[in-house]
């Protein structure tokens, strides 16, 4: 997953999108919510050997943009802000835990989710829903980069 094609990360993007789009209706009545394209997108970022681009990041934002119908634009600033992080901070993340790596996730989340909901829905915004959101992102993140220590057979090295 370290290099995937553009047409590839594109499906993934398209399926993470609808399974987010019938997630969110039955999690928001807990207020939580969670942007699995962003994060999805996020990770595939973080794994990359090699840092994306701008112009990569951009033109992901704006599929996802056309395919979930927001405001043009929104996601590919939010997308690109994210990989301008990630391409910062890439050594930096190799000195820190786990759990700072979920923190950082779960924050970036918390900005995503602040933002969207400012231009989309800014008569529903809820900081409670903020809230809930980060520490569900959060406990989310940390669950996903413990996966080796949680799942120890699925990534076995078939090597002898």
């Known amino acids: 997953m370290n ?9 993934i993007l398209f399926f993470t999108n609808i399974l ?16 699995l394209t962003f994060l999805v997108f996020s990770y ?9 681009s701008p112009f990569f990041s951009f033109s992901m934002g704006l599929f996802v943009d056309l395919i979930s119908g927001v405001f043009f634009g ?19 993340f190799k000195l820190f835990s786990y759990f ?3 923190i950082f996730f779960g924050v970036s989340s918390f900005f995503y989710i602040g933002f969207s909901n400012l231009f ?6 809820s900081y409670q829903n903020l809230i809930f959101s980060f520490f569900v992102n959060t ?10 220590l949680l799942l120890p057979s699925l990534f076995k090295s078939n090597t002898l």
């Open 120 to 125: 989309v829905n800014i008569s529903n915004f």
């Open 20 to 35: 987010e789009s019938y997630i969110s209706p039955i999690l928001i009545l807990f207020y939580i919510n969670i942007p």
């Open 3 to 11: 290099q995937m094609s553009l047409i590839r990360i594109l499906i």
């Open 44 to 52: 595939i970022s973080y794994t990359s050997k090699t840092n994306p």
């Open 74 to 92: 929104l996601n590919a600033i939010l997308f690109c802000l994210m990989t301008y992080f990630i391409n910062n901070y890439s050594n930096a």
């Open 139 to 148: 406990f989310l993140c940390y669950l996903v980069t413990l996966r080796r």
């Open 100 to 102: 700072q790596i979920a």
